[in-house]
């Protein structure tokens, strides 16, 4: 199962800020937050990941709150290229198959004109 | 940047008939992996090869096996394709990492494959 849980759905203007949620409330010390993406018909894209302190690179921004059970990602001026289906992931050291990621549902962001 | 190709975006194939899915990544990495993804069920790991020669079952490997001669090329094979093996086929690649280092999987297009 999915440590995390995302809304289903969420919907924002062209230009305006994307603030996408995740709650993780069993994140554990040595577990990282990761985010990816996945335009519908294509794989999933990776776009950022956090331990605790906030990051942001050429895609979006994470935002991890101190007590690291939640984060929100956030997409500064959304296109309509930006309609796609969220995946929080939390994610630790692991190997073999065991290293495999696990999806959830995610959230699908629609981006309107 | 990564890059992972795979051969085919679509695929048709009939019932019995044998398939091969390829998947090429050009950065290096020691890890592959396959996957499924079906609506509903997110991704469910098929197979997981960590060096040349060198494969682990994932969750779901019944009815699959895989290849993996070089260290670029990771091959998905369906013995005897049947219908509920119908689906999308995504490959991955990641760097081996260490304990307290980051893990980020860099995902091929898909392969959607129908088996009728």
């Known amino acids: 199962d999915a440590k995390t849980t995302q809304p289903p759905s969420m919907d924002c203007a062209e230009g305006r800020a994307a603030n996408l949620p995740c709650n993780h409330s069993?994140?554990?010390?040595?577990?990282?937050v990761y985010w990816y993406r996945q335009i519908h018909s294509q794989g999933p894209q990776y776009i950022i990941h956090g331990l605790k302190n906030n990051e942001t690179n050429e895609m979006a921004s994470l935002i991890i709150t101190e007590d690291r059970k939640s984060s929100t990602l956030i997409l500064p001026h959304a296109t309509l290229r930006d309609t796609a289906v969220y995946y929080c992931i939390v994610s630790t050291f692991a190997t073999g198959a065991n290293s495999k990621l696990t999806f959830g549902k995610g959230i699908t962001l629609s981006v309107r004109p | 940047d990564v890059k992972v190709t795979q051969s085919s975006r679509y695929l048709v194939k009939r019932t019995g008939e044998k398939v091969f899915l390829e998947c090429v990544q050009d950065m290096d990495h020691e890890n592959m992996f396959w996957y499924r993804q079906d609506p509903g069920l997110g991704l469910r790991l098929i197979y997981f090869?960590?060096?040349?020669?060198?494969?682990e079952k994932g969750d779901i490997p019944e009815g699959y096996s895989v290849s993996r001669e070089k260290k670029e090329r990771f091959s998905l094979i369906l013995e005897s394709a049947s219908t509920n093996q119908t689906s999308m086929y995504l490959c991955?690649?990641?760097?081996?990492?260490?304990?307290?280092?980051?893990?980020?999987?860099?995902f091929g297009p898909g392969t959607r494959l129908t088996v009728l």
């Open positions: 090869s960590y060096d040349v020669k060198m494969k």
């Open positions: 991955a690649s990641a760097p081996t990492v260490w304990t307290g280092s980051t893990y980020t999987q860099y």
């Open positions: 069993t994140i554990s010390g040595n577990e990282y």
